[in-house]
């Protein structure tokens, strides 16, 4: 398993400067969120499980070449996360995307698979 970030950033505040403790890394298989400084949290999201991804620029991140990407998973404890205000975000979605297609690929995940009980007892 290779562990090295195809990309990582940090998200951005005012005047688009990286002083925040807020970290994202995409790998191969995952992407990590990693927030805090003293109390700190790591999210890690498998890439084959999320489902959706939107770009969202609002006037103020269009002036500081930022975006946030707004991701839709499977994942039970992140169903929907944020990759906030990082620069060139429309390369990095598309990047995203393609990474998740390769990945739901190469495990053989279909969005079949993603479909709660509920939605199976109601196939039955």
Not at 45 to 69: A, C, N, P
């Amino acid at each position: 398993m290779d562990v090295t970030p195809v990309w990582k950033d940090r998200k951005r505040i005012i005047f688009a400067l990286p002083f925040t403790f807020t970290t994202y890394a995409l790998t191969k298989e995952k992407l990590l969120i990693r927030t805090g400084v003293l109390n700190t949290k790591e999210e890690e999201i498998r890439l084959y499980r999320i489902m959706d991804v939107t770009l969202k620029r609002s006037l103020w991140e269009r002036l500081f070449g930022l975006g946030t990407i707004h991701c839709c998973s499977a994942d039970k404890s992140t169903p929907e996360f944020d990759i906030r205000w990082i620069p060139h975000s429309a390369e990095v979605k598309e990047t995203l995307s393609r990474m998740i297609e390769e990945e739901r690929e190469a495990k053989r995940v279909s969005s079949r698979e993603f479909m709660s009980d509920e939605e199976d007892q109601e196939l039955l």
